[in-house]
């Protein structure tokens, strides 16, 4: 996912302004898998940060060094880890909500972003049908929140994809297919694009178990060679070693 503002520009200390600035590149670190970096700039904010009142603050922070740890291939301990600690970051803005009952009251852009991040650290747990019910009920909820500023929209978009990848995973194939293309509308809709070389991997892998093979198979190489140019050199490994291990020319 792209990165996220945390206070207005044009307002705050130059310290807050500074702190959205590190905790930015940290996080491209994590999206771009140089998780290490990403941990050394996290470790850096947080020295800096010691003594900061500001809630928002200490709950990136949390945020970051959750999805630090919470990656494909992860273990069950670190996914475990991983969800206590975004739990506790939505506890410093909502210390009553339960995130499994979102029925009632409104989500924070920050909010809403970590419980979509919980919704995968629960599949990466072994946690499937929390995930998928916690990935669902943020979405109605966001739904529910009237016209919703640009910032959510990017969560939302991000909502979709994950449920959609969480869905896939479990071998709900038609329900992922469903929530990529509804991830692909909002990405046109609004025309935010960071998320759709993922979005259109994943409905491209439904159209080859569909038996869409040769079209599938030039849509998730065309995928990879963009993220290459992107620099995001891992997500485009994964997408040919997909297509490789199906008989398809990478």
């Not at 310290?15 to 905790?23: H, I, S, V, W």
């Amino acid at each position: 996912m792209s990165s996220y503002q945390l206070f207005d520009v044009n307002e705050g200390s130059e310290e807050l302004r500074a702190f959205d600035k590190g905790a930015n590149a940290a996080w491209s670190a994590i999206d771009a898998c140089n998780v290490e970096l990403g941990k050394r700039l996290i470790d850096e904010l947080a020295q800096r940060a010691q003594g900061e009142n500001s809630v928002l603050v200490r709950q990136r922070i949390l945020e970051l060094k959750a999805l630090s740890i919470v990656r494909p291939g992860c273990s069950k301990a670190d996914a475990e880890k991983a969800s206590r600690l975004l739990e506790e970051a939505i506890s410093l803005t909502k210390p009553t909500l339960d995130v499994d009952d979102l029925a009632d009251g409104l989500l924070s852009v920050s909010e809403a972003r970590i419980i979509s991040h919980l919704c995968v650290a629960r599949h990466y747990a072994g946690l499937d049908l929390d995930a998928i019910g916690l990935g669902h009920g943020l979405i109605r909820a966001i739904g529910r929140q009237g016209t919703p500023s640009r910032e959510m929209i990017v969560v939302k978009i991000g909502a979709l994809t994950n449920l959609a990848i969480v869905e896939e995973g479990c071998g709900h194939l038609e329900e992922a297919a469903r929530h990529f293309g509804q991830a692909r509308s909002e990405c046109l809709e609004a025309s935010e694009f960071n998320l759709m070389p993922f979005v259109l991997a994943g409905l491209a892998r439904a159209r080859w178990r569909a038996g869409e093979t040769r079209e599938a198979a030039a849509a998730l190489r065309t995928v990879a060679d963009y993220l290459d140019l992107c620099d995001r050199h891992d997500y485009a490994k994964a997408i040919r070693s997909w297509l490789g291990q199906r008989g398809g020319q990478p």
